[in-house]
């Protein structure tokens, strides 16, 4: 997942090395131009841009601040100013801006500013004239498998509570996706989403990133600095890779989960945390437990409310809609488009995706370079591809879930019939045809199984012949979802 985007717009490079410090510690994206090469920073749409800071000292301010506001589109803008100097601008420049904060300033400092613009100013992607989306996080999550129906019921039923979620899944299937989306339908959505990747971070310094420290604490530490649970308070820490953090690091996160307080590193000051805690890791814990790597107190801490993510290449159905959502981003995003053949989606399908849905983006997205609005089938696919074997006559209902999930993952129509219901509903059709008998079963018996395959493709092609060919409309008289008879069309390799 991409992170907000900062962009800082100076001419002083010293500012510029400090801001950039403290907005990477926040885990914030930070882009910086100078005031003669700040406009093409506005065409990049790959990140959300959440703010726009402006340096003072640019050549002719006034003249540059006014285009930059223009430019921003609706993005706040904070200025800079010098610490005891006066504003060098108009008061309506001036209004124009969102804040005006003195320099130096600090960590302290510019926190609320952007946690208060997390809340009152999502973060959106700059294009012309655009909207912010209030589509809900969850549904990213993006499939008709019965696998995803369940995930997103999951999330649903544990969202509302302060039940400690652990996520468990392959790199690149989307466990911060569906973090985000818990937090996102949670109680604690106006209040901040913390990430931190326990693997990426050194595990000497992983308590400080986590809990904070004193100035003097340790050799470096040059001020007072807050952990994520600080940042987190009242809202979501989500700990990625949970299951590389390091033994010594298990303790004291166990404790916290516990008693829900901690110390900062070199204080003996206790602080409380309300703090909703969702975990993820790419490990099979119980494995680690077994190995000495992993604690199992903390294992069932963590593993109060588990959602499992599946692998890619075990919802392959999944496949035609995801590559036509990833297309659209690309399209919104104005990095290009492209097109793929059902053939081509046939052997994609077929794929073993060992890098998930991550390694699916980066196939749409170079073949959207290559082959830039054009029209992809299976020839045109990279060399592993071409193993595989393509269906010309592969049928894929790429529309997006119409909201019908209730009974999606059952086998067929009839399963969700109660018994009452189908005893009535045959003695309908007996009346229908006139006798006490649907059909007469031979001497030499039959295959039941085969017999009402046969039966069911045939009355399938009489409903799409009467319908001219409408799905939609050959679903009604058949009495089942559009998506259970597109199924049915591909099960039985039947054009529609």
Known sequence: MALPRILLIDDNKTRIQQLEAIFLFMEYAIETAGSADYTACFSETEQPLRAVFVGDGLDKQATTL??????????PVILLIDNGTALQVSSMVANSVSQVLEWPTTYRVLKPV????????RPFTVREGSERSSLPLID??????????????LIGQVAESDATVLILGESGTGKEVVARALHDA???????FVPINCGAI???LLESELFGHEKGAFTGALSTRQGRFEMAEGGTLFLDEIGDMPLAMQVKLLRVLQERTFERVGSNKTIHCDVRVIAATHRYLENEIK????????????????IEIPALKDRSEDIPLLVNDLVARLEVSNRGSVRLTNAALSMLMQHEWPGNVRELANLIERLAIINPN???????????????????????????????????????????????????????????????SLAQLPEQGIDLKEYLNVLEVDLIRQALDECSGVVAHAAKRLNMRRTTLVEKLRKYDLQR
């Open 66 to 75: 006014s285009q930059i506001v223009l430019q921003a589109n609706k993005v």
């Open 140 to 153: 990213r999550l993006k499939g008709k498998s019965r696998a995803i129906v369940g995930i997103r019921k």
């Open 374 to 436: 054009g029209l992809v089938d299976a020839a045109d696919l990279p060399e592993k591809f071409q193993q595989y074997q393509a269906v010309e006559d592969a049928v894929y209902d790429l529309t997006p879930d119409d909201g019908e999930t209730d009974n999606i993952g059952a086998d067929s129509e009839a399963d969700n019939i109660e018994d009452g219901e189908l005893t009535e509903q045959i003695d309908v059709i007996r009346t229908f045809h006139g006798t006490s």
């Open 291 to 306: 190995e000495n790597r992993f604690r199992e107190d903390l294992f069932y801490r963590l593993n109060v409310f588990p």
């Open 202 to 204: 050194p595990g000497e």
């Open 114 to 121: 952007l946690d208060k613009l997390a809340v009152s100013d």
């Open 186 to 192: 949670s109680l604690r959505k106006d209040k901040p």
